[in-house]
C-alpha cells in the first residue's frame, strides 16, 4: 500500500444515498434503467442489487478495525503512556494483531502483528499518537510524582 495515495480516476463518485434510490427504483423498473437514471455503472447497481446490500466499498481491501475499535486502541496507548510504560511501535503492532484475534476479526496480518503499512494508516488518522522507545523510569521517581508531593515543591519554592 502507498503512503501518499493520490487518486486518479473519478470512479465512484455516487453516494450510498443514490445506490439505496437506484436499488429501489431498479425492483419497479430495470436496473439498466435505474442505473442510467441515477449514474451509476450497471454491473455496480447489478451486484448491489443480487446483494441487497448498499454499503458503498472500492478496491479489494476492507478495513479490519471500525471507528470505536480504533478508538479504543488510542485509548489504549494512552492508558499505557499515563502508566509510565509507553510501547514501541514494534510492541503495539503485536497488540493490535493479538486484539484482531481477540475480536475474532479476519485481517491481512502477517504473523499475527501488524504490518508498518497499517500502522502508518493509523497515525494519519490518529495524529495524536506518539510511539517510540521508552525511557526507563524508575519505580521511586514513578511514585514521587503524585499530587502532595508536587505541592509541596510548589509551596517550597515559594
Given at each position: ?18 445506490l ?132 509541596r ?6
Amino acid at each position: 500500500m502507498v503512503s501518499n495515495y493520490k487518486r486518479k480516476s473519478n470512479r465512484g463518485k455516487w453516494t450510498e444515498k443514490n445506490l439505496e434510490r437506484a436499488m429501489e427504483e431498479a425492483t419497479r423498473t430495470s436496473v439498466r434503467a435505474a442505473a442510467k437514471k441515477y449514474n451509476i455503472p450497471f454491473s455496480t447497481l447489478l451486484r448491489h442489487h443480487k446483494k441487497q446490500c448498499s454499503i458503498k466499498y472500492l478496491g479489494r481491501f476492507r478495513p479490519v478495525f471500525t471507528e470505536e475499535e480504533e478508538i479504543a486502541l488510542k485509548n489504549h496507548l494512552n492508558k499505557m503512556d499515563d502508566l509510565f510504560y509507553g510501547l514501541t511501535p514494534s510492541d503495539f503492532k503485536n497488540n493490535v494483531g493479538e486484539f484482531a484475534k481477540k475480536l475474532g476479526k479476519s485481517h491481512r496480518f502477517p504473523k499475527g502483528c501488524a504490518g508498518k503499512d497499517w500502522l502508518a494508516g493509523f497515525r494519519k488518522r490518529h495524529p495524536s499518537v506518539v510511539l517510540r522507545t521508552p525511557e526507563p523510569t524508575s519505580l521511586a521517581r514513578a511514585r514521587g510524582f503524585n499530587r502532595p508531593q508536587v505541592e509541596r515543591f510548589y509551596d517550597l519554592l515559594k
